[in-house]
């Protein structure tokens, strides 16, 4: 919900990065991602916030770790991955085919 409100819900995000980043990359069951739900009226506002919070998504440096929580982390940074490039991709098609709607390969008429 902090995604998709009126207004950002930046202090909820803000707890929930610091507690579960983990949650960034799961997905609901319309396999849509949080920031999937964000308006897009809002995105520079989550870019930054996100922007400033990086350290939080990607560890800057390395960290030991059990084998068990490498298996974990390698399958949540693989969904993770695989939502924020479908993400982009969506972003990257949505920005094209309102510069050009003839690139969408839907007739317009």
């Known amino acids: 919900d902090a995604c998709w409100t ?7 995000m803000d707890f929930l990065m610091q507690e579960a980043p983990q949650l960034l990359g799961l997905s609901d069951v319309r396999g849509h991602t ?11 506002v989550w870019m930054g916030f996100l922007t ?3 350290h939080l998504i990607i560890p800057s440096k390395p960290r030991r770790v059990s084998a068990s929580s490498i298996c974990t982390t ?16 969506q972003l990257s098609a949505a920005a094209a085919s309102r510069a050009n ?9």
């Open 6 to 12: 009126v207004k950002p819900n930046l202090d909820l």
């Open 34 to 44: 949080p920031f999937a739900y964000a308006r897009r009226d809002h995105w520079a």
């Open 101 to 109: 709607p003839q690139l969408t390969g839907v007739a317009t008429r």
């Open 52 to 54: 400033q919070r990086r």
């Open 74 to 89: 390698v399958t949540t940074s693989a969904a993770a991955n695989a939502a924020m490039s479908a993400r982009a991709a």
